[in-house]
């Protein structure tokens, strides 16, 4: 997806999906990793109403609101929406947005999202707020999609969390055809982030430290937090590097140089995590086949040695029969 950010300052998740068989840096089979009893990210599905647009080829530009949720009811937005070539561009602006660490220290900036009527949630770009406002434009290949804003631990999420702060509203001047639709997609319960580590319990210094590095510092500790580091050691090398060349850089004065690097390290850790969870899943289904596959070798066995015992009694009743009848043809034969 090729995006064009425009944004006001600095303030305010899963890809690269390894089909690896074992977690990184197993030597062999004999290594093996201890899975987790419940799964971290457990997303609960839950049934949202949203309107969906379907921005017809041919339609031209058309313009929709943003309205503040529940959680943020003060909040504003508009965005210019054009189908251009088969791409649609989408151009959004936003006020009235406040701090997302108010839901948490966990949470550091805003992400639009773009879901589908089949409930499939698109990242399409991260929203830096600075005095409540917000730019944001991006393309994207969907043309029929509603549009979401949720708070997030960093901007590369691959999953949104169900802190919607904004929600698409059709003006009546709105092109397209406007469908109402109930999407199944699946949102991240808040506190999902919060029981694991949390290191940024403070208040952020923004003048010193650029948000980005603060994201960097969150998406590590979040990957590392559910094994990353043993699950897919070889990517998350790549991001605990990624952060702490940010950090030098930071140290060195060279604010542009951290900021790459911080962007970098939250998408290589939100890589490790997103592989991390595939390989321990993997891992839950084998382990699952091997107790079934067990279970299925014990009860096999069980019916065996249960059938070789009624043989046997059968034999021995049999045995004992003939030895009866033996005795009596001989009790006869001695009478006559």
Same mark, same amino acid.
């Given at each position: ?280 899943? /993997?891992? $839950?289904? %084998?382990?699952?086949? #091997?107790?079934?596959? =067990? @279970? &299925? !070798?014990?009860?096999? *066995? ?6 070789? /015992?009624? $043989?046997? %009694?059968?034999?021995? #009743?049999?045995?004992? =029969? @003939? &030895? !009866?009848?033996?005795? *009596? ?8």
């Amino acid at each position: 997806m090729k995006q064009t950010w425009f944004l006001t300052a600095a303030m305010g998740l899963v890809a690269a999906l390894a089909p690896a068989q074992q977690p990184a840096g197993a030597e062999s089979s004999q290594q093996v990793l201890e899975l987790p009893e419940t799964p971290v990210f457990k997303a609960e599905v839950v049934s949202k109403t949203i309107k969906a647009i379907n921005y017809r080829v041919k339609s031209g530009s058309t313009r929709i609101d943003f309205v503040g949720t529940a959680i943020m009811p003060r909040a504003r937005g508009q965005a210019s929406v054009a189908n251009k070539r088969g791409r649609t561009e989408i151009e959004a602006e936003f006020e009235n947005l406040g701090a997302p660490t108010q839901f948490g220290a966990e949470y550091l900036t805003y992400v639009l999202w773009a879901v589908t009527p089949e409930g499939r949630a698109e990242n399409l770009g991260e929203i830096l707020v600075k005095n409540g406002r917000g730019k944001l434009k991006v393309t994207t290949d969907l043309q029929v999609f509603g549009l979401i804003v949720t708070a997030e631990p960093y901007f590369s999420v691959h999953q949104p969390s169900d802190l919607i702060v904004l929600q698409n509203e059709a003006r009546k001047g709105t092109k397209g055809r406007i469908h109402f639709i109930d999407a199944q997609y699946e949102l991240l319960k808040k506190g999902q982030y919060s029981k694991l580590a949390n290191p940024l319990s403070l208040t952020l210094d923004l003048k010193h430290t650029p948000l980005e590095l603060y994201e960097a510092r969150n998406a590590v500790q979040i990957a590392k937090s559910i094994g990353a580091d043993k699950w897919a050691g070889d990517i998350f090398s790549r991001a605990e590097a990624g952060l702490e060349m940010a950090e030098n850089a930071l140290k060195l004065g060279d604010k542009k140089k951290a900021i790459q690097h911080a962007r970098q390290a939250v998408q290589t850790a939100e890589d490790a995590k997103i592989t991390t969870l595939e390989r321990q899943e /993997q891992a $839950r289904i %084998e382990k699952q086949q #091997r107790e079934a596959d =067990e @279970a &299925a !070798r014990r009860a096999k *066995e069980a019916a065996q040695q249960a059938e070789a /015992q009624r $043989r046997a %009694e059968a034999e021995r #009743r049999a045995q004992a =029969e @003939a &030895a !009866r009848l033996k005795a *009596e043809q001989e009790r006869i034969q001695a009478e006559l």
